[in-house]
């Protein structure tokens, strides 16, 4: 069974996002996604400064099965982006709440995370698809 | 994202003996061609890994095994295949070759193996009903009998201890001398129904063996205790395209000649007197000389060739139509980047360019095979 977290927000297309004590919002895959796609070996995260759009495409994780566009549950600017997973992707398998994040935005608008989903409710649409 | 959902269609999927197995190992089965099969057991980049530095299992039930025998099996295969089976002179040895239609495309790739008395040829799963359909056509005008052997299951054990871990276990002497691309029946050696060929698909050294299916789950589980690892058919697919080799649909199919897939040295010319199906066309395309070619690609920036990306000589596109097309592309656990074969103008030079979604990368033109026995090859 994949982990869950209460804190965090979903998207339908399986990106998490969680407000952090400066306000910022971080953005990931969920664990359940992590799984699904696969030993994870390319990320690509939009450049830092960049404007993010909710529901839009803001990256990319490719598998060694596919490629998967990444869509941000937020929209603002980036102001940050880890680093990290330029040379260890694989930690996006390892650690998808925590060390492999992708990016970070300063929202325009944190009300737009209303629209996402809670956990019991990402965890009925998981459970859906099993 | 969106993750595709291979198991919610809930179409009937054939089964291999293992499947039970499998998903006790903890095995992903997605529908592979018809067939529920393993994708990996956890991860796909360390089982590639296992196969590499030790030895690794796949069970490949699904592939099709047909025996053909009769008085005119030899000169049936002589005609259906591009390669020629005169060349198997003694029982056990195997022989790559295309089987092509009357355009001079690949109905399908496949291996056959001279037996004491008969012919037998191992296809893919993907073309089976296909492929057993023309054979059927064709054999009409000789005696043969073809025969599927469906009661059979398949395993392929690959790696550097992949043979001495397997002799160990069955303790048959004549596999210890067995030569690379050569096959031998074990019916005499208190395996009836057993066969085990030297032949593989990863670019390592290893056996494929085909087994009554009753019993491929007890020599599944010993190889198993013996440390060789379960692989799925993921790590089947890197180890294939990092060994150059190639896969049915994607590097040739029945439109692709196989004169530009790397196939040309399975074509047997001589005697120019054997009319194999295809050959007047393929002798056409020689003649007036091919216009691309299969070659390797190695991406230099960071990112993953897909199977469609289009290939350009240069990072602007010139509108000169001097384009090629990925036909399989990965990332390479080995080698830590990604690859691809790519189909290309002759005039391709030592570097292109892929476009991956907006962007074009460089890539590095190299020779189609990246990894032999465990190492790095063409690729400085």
């Known amino acids: 069974m994949a982990e869950l977290r209460s804190e965090l927000k979903y998207l339908s297309s399986h990106e998490w996002a969680r407000v952090e004590a400066d306000g910022t919002v971080s953005v990931g895959i969920t664990d359940h996604a992590q799984e699904a796609l696969g030993d994870v070996v390319f990320v690509e995260v939009p450049d830092l400064g960049a404007e993010v759009n909710v529901g839009e495409e803001a990256g990319v994780v490719e598998s060694v099965k596919a490629a ?56 009925a649409l998981v459970e859906d698809d099993d | 994202m969106s993750l595709a959902t291979e198991n919610s ?87 790559y070759s295309a089987m092509l239609n009357e355009q001079g495309g690949v ?47 398949m395993l392929a054990v690959q790696g550097p201890k992949a043979r001495e871990l397997v002799n ?22 208190n395996y009836p129904g057993w066969f085990v060929g030297r032949t593989g698909y990863t670019g390592e050294d290893g056996y494929e063996l085909i087994l009554p299916s009753n019993q491929v789950e007890a020599f599944w589980r010993q190889l198993i205790s013996h440390g060789v690892a379960p692989c799925g058919l993921g790590a089947r ?36 007197e054997r009319q ?53 592309g990965t990332f390479s656990p080995t080698l830590s980047c990604s690859i691809a074969l790519a189909r290309v103008p002759l005039s391709i030079g030592d570097h292109c360019y892929v476009s991956i979604r907006k962007k074009r990368l460089k890539a590095r033109v190299v020779g189609p095979c990246f990894v032999r026995h465990g190492k790095a090859v063409a690729v400085s």
């Not at chain 2, 299992?57 to 030899?74: E, P």
Request: aromatic share 6%.
């Open chain 2, 237 to 272: 697919d890197t180890l294939r395209l990092e060994a150059g080799m190639n896969l049915y649909g994607h590097e040739m199919d029945d439109d692709v000649s196989p004169l530009v897939a790397n196939m040309a040295w399975t074509v047997a010319w001589r005697p120019a």
């Open chain 2, 107 to 153: 109905i399908d790739d496949l291996i056959v193996y001279a037996m004491p008395e008969s012919y037998r040829l191992v296809v893919n799963c993907g073309t089976r009903e296909k492929d057993l359909a023309w054979m059927s056509e064709q054999a009409k005008s000789f005696d043969v009998a073809i025969r599927e052997r469906a009661d059979s299951a």
């Open chain 2, 276 to 328: 194999f199906i295809g050959r007047s066309v393929i002798e056409a395309q020689k003649a007036a000389g091919v216009k691309t070619k299969l070659v390797g690609l190695v991406l230099e920036a960071k990112g993953v060739l897909r199977a469609g990306q289009s290939v350009h000589s240069a990072v602007t596109d010139d509108g000169v139509g001097d384009e090629g097309v990925i036909t399989s």
């Open chain 2, 168 to 189: 160990d276990l069955l303790k048959v002497e004549a596999l210890n001398d067995l030569a690379v691309f050569h096959g031998i029946d074990l019916g005499e050696s």
């Open chain 1, 68 to 123: 998967s566009d990444i869509f941000s549950p937020i929209s603002g600017k980036v102001v940050a982006v880890n680093e990290v997973l330029e040379d260890e992707p694989e930690t996006v398998n390892s650690s998808p709440y925590d060390d492999g994040w992708f990016f970070r935005v300063q929202p325009s608008d944190l009300a737009e995370l209303d629209g996402a989903m809670d956990q019991a409710a990402y965890q």
């Open chain 2, 9 to 95: 269609a809930k179409v009937a999927l054939q089964e291999t003996a293992l499947v039970a197995v499998h998903e006790e190992l903890g095995g992903k089965l997605v529908d592979f061609g018809g067939w529920n099969m393993p994708l990996h057991y956890g991860s796909q980049i360390k089982e590639h890994h296992a196969v590499r530095n030790h030895a690794g299992v796949f069970d490949v039930s699904h592939m099709t095994v047909v025996d053909v025998d009769g008085s005119d099996a030899k000169a049936f295969l002589q005609k259906l295949l591009a390669n020629d089976v005169a060349k198997l002179k003694s029982p056990g040895k195997a022989l």
